[in-house]
């Protein structure tokens, strides 16, 4: 199947949503792979522009760099955009869809991130996650829409 940059940007808006739907409902381990996958999506559509090639790789911070979607953001959200990524990577790798609720919060364990949270650690993490990609995404829709303007 063949994705033109919106189908990966519908994908993205999409994938968000269901990653709070998933929250809401108390699947975390779920919500935070879709709101990673959001994501890998926004940095897809603007890779795809240039380069319609599909890229397997899940690798966000390399997909970054290659969507060249850092050429078209504003300077001031240009220093924000890296730690909003980091807070999603560093919660998020693609093999988690594997990962079960317990797998993934022994994995956060090890990670250190639940370090300071009283209550699940996942939630809280869950919540980092959503609230960053729902920024990345804010941030790459509203320099698409004023491409197109």
């Given at each position: 199947m063949r994705f033109?940059?919106?189908h990966y940007l519908e994908a993205a808006y999409e994938r968000i949503d269901a990653a709070?739907?998933?929250?809401?409902?108390?699947?975390?381990?779920?919500?935070?792979y879709f709101a990673g996958v959001a994501v890998e999506c926004l940095l897809l559509a603007y890779r795809t522009r240039e380069n319609s090639d599909f890229e397997s790789r899940h690798d966000?911070?390399?997909?970054?760099?290659?969507s060249g979607m850092t050429d078209f953001?504003?300077?001031k959200d240009?220093?924000?955009?890296?730690?909003?990524?980091?807070?999603?990577?560093?919660?998020?790798k693609n093999n988690y869809?594997?990962?079960?609720?317990?797998?993934?919060?022994?994995?956060f364990r090890r990670?250190?991130?639940?370090?300071?949270?009283?209550g699940d650690a996942l939630k809280?993490?869950?919540?980092?996650?959503?609230?960053?990609?729902?920024?990345?995404?804010?941030l790459g829709v509203r320099r698409w829409n004023s491409e197109k303007n």
């Open positions: 033109r940059p919106e709070r739907k998933l929250h809401n409902e108390r699947h975390y381990p779920e919500a935070i966000l911070r390399k997909l970054l760099k290659e953001i504003r300077q240009m220093i924000r955009l890296p730690a909003l990524l980091g807070e999603v990577w560093s919660r998020w869809r594997f990962a079960s609720y317990g797998r993934l919060t022994s994995e990670l250190k991130l639940d370090r300071g949270i009283r809280l993490n869950s919540e980092i996650v959503i609230r960053n990609a729902i920024e990345i995404i804010n």
